[in-house]
């Protein structure tokens, strides 16, 4: 019988954790249906056994050396988020360096919040390199990276404090289906006088049109 992506998603669902496992590696190793981001989530919720995690770590090692682009981002996030003794933030770092290397959107984002948590004591975590990172994957069409900007320019850590980037940026976040980034757009309309982003407006706007087309959450 051929099993496909929904199979192991329904295995996860009724906590056939095994099943949804072998699913899983099966897809990704006929390279039919890759699913290297399921392995992902099934390692961060702690559903799989520790012989598991191995074969998983195995299996996109291997791939990292083709430069798949998939199992080098999820690697990584394996080492910098899964709740096993396999942390790593210094094989993380290199691993969405690579990522970011193969124009991987969520890969700039995920260094990006690297360095600003776990990683804030590395030599790169600066603010203008923060920046830069998550500016890039906005670029390259990451929703993420797009409200983390708005909320740099609000919070002023790593950012100049800046209402009108923050509101040009929410306001693109809102337009993309980000809930969270509308509310924050109003509520700073209504802390400015009637009609004061207009023109931020507008260029949101602009910029929306260049790249609603490749806008994604990455997997």
Same mark, same amino acid.
């Given at each position: 019988?051929?099993?496909?992506?929904?199979?192991?998603?329904?295995?996860?669902?009724?906590g056939?954790?095994?099943?949804?496992?072998?699913?899983?590696m099966?897809?990704?190793?006929?390279?039919?249906?890759?699913?290297y981001y399921?392995?992902?989530?099934?390692?961060l919720?702690?559903?799989?056994?520790?012989?598991?995690?191995?074969?998983?770590?195995k299996?996109?090692?291997?791939?990292? $050396?083709n430069?798949?682009?998939? &199992?080098?981002?999820? !690697?990584g #996030?394996?080492?910098?988020?899964?709740?096993?003794?396999i %942390?790593?933030?210094?094989?993380?770092?290199?691993?969405?360096?690579?990522?970011?290397?193969?124009?991987?959107?969520e890969?700039?984002?995920?260094?990006?919040?690297?360095?600003?948590?776990?990683?804030?004591h590395?030599p790169?975590?600066?603010?203008?390199?923060?920046?830069?990172?998550?500016?890039?994957?906005?670029?390259?069409?990451?929703?993420?990276?797009?409200?983390?900007?708005?909320?740099?320019h609000?919070?002023?850590k790593?950012? $100049?404090?800046?209402?009108?980037? &923050?509101?040009?940026? !929410?306001? #693109?976040?809102?337009?993309?289906g980000?809930?969270?980034? %509308?509310?924050?757009?109003?509520?700073?309309?209504?802390?400015?006088?009637?009609?004061?982003?207009r023109?931020?407006?507008?260029?949101a706007?602009?910029?929306?049109?260049?790249?609603?087309?490749?806008?994604?959450?990455?997997?």
């Amino acid at each position: 019988m051929a099993y496909d992506l929904e199979d192991g998603e329904r295995a996860v669902k009724i906590g056939a954790y095994r099943q949804a496992f072998d699913i899983f590696m099966m897809l990704c190793a006929n390279a039919e249906d890759p699913a290297y981001y399921k392995l992902s989530e099934m390692a961060l919720n702690k559903q799989m056994l520790d012989e598991e995690l191995a074969q998983t770590v195995k299996l996109m090692t291997e791939e990292v $050396k083709n430069r798949n682009h998939q &199992a080098t981002y999820n !690697l990584g #996030i394996l080492y910098w988020r899964a709740p096993y003794n396999i %942390k790593n933030i210094e094989k993380a770092v290199e691993l969405f360096n690579l990522a970011c290397n193969m124009e991987v959107p969520e890969a700039f984002v995920a260094l990006a919040r690297l360095y600003m948590n776990e990683g804030a004591h590395l030599p790169l975590a600066t603010p203008t390199n923060i920046m830069n990172l998550l500016k890039k994957g906005f670029e390259l069409g990451s929703i993420d990276a797009c409200y983390l900007i708005a909320k740099q320019h609000m919070d002023g850590k790593y950012a $100049k404090k800046d209402d009108f980037e &923050a509101f040009k940026y !929410l306001f #693109i976040s809102g337009r993309l289906g980000n809930i969270e980034a %509308k509310k924050q757009a109003m509520i700073m309309q209504g802390l400015h006088p009637e009609g004061a982003f207009r023109g931020v407006q507008a260029e949101a706007i602009a910029m929306l049109e260049k790249l609603e087309g490749k806008m994604i959450v990455f997997k």
